[in-house]
Nanobody, 121 residues
Framework: VQLVESGGGLVQTGGSLTLSCATS????????IGWFRQAPGKAREGVSC????????NYRDSMKGRNTISKDNAKNTVYLQMTSLKVEDTAVYYC???????????????WGKGTLVTVSS
């Protein structure tokens, strides 16, 4: 099983980034795939998750309206488009997969290694 995040980097406040999560080794369409983030000194938190039927939640209220999750079943890849980025969005962003219908980071089965997003003022 592999989940590989990419697309992180340094961006200025107000900018945009699109993260990608390429997966393999499990039945992609049968799993919930989610994006989570962990800022320095803080707990890992959910951002958004998606199933075969579409997004199940914009888990993180602080990012509501500023992120769009999507998936490409042909490429086994999930994307997270983030706009109007703020300094407080700085974190390592992880993707994860769960067999159950959940966006709870404690319930995810597989994790990627993360990609760092840094938002400068």
């Amino acid at each position: 099983v592999q989940l590989v995040e990419s697309g992180g980097g340094l961006v200025q406040t107000g900018g945009s980034l699109t993260l990608s999560c390429a997966t393999s080794g499990f039945p992609f369409e049968a799993y919930v795939i989610g994006w989570f983030r962990q800022a320095p000194g803080k707990a890992r938190e959910g951002v958004s998750c998606i199933t075969g039927g579409g997004p199940i939640t914009n888990y993180r209220d602080s990012m509501k309206g500023r992120n769009t999750i999507s998936k490409d079943n042909a490429k086994n890849t999930v994307y997270l488009q983030m706009t109007s980025l703020k300094v407080e969005d700085t974190a390592v962003y992880y993707c994860a997969a769960a067999r159950e219908r959940t966006c709870d980071p404690m319930m995810m089965d597989f994790w990627g290694k993360g990609t760092l997003v840094t938002v400068s003022s």
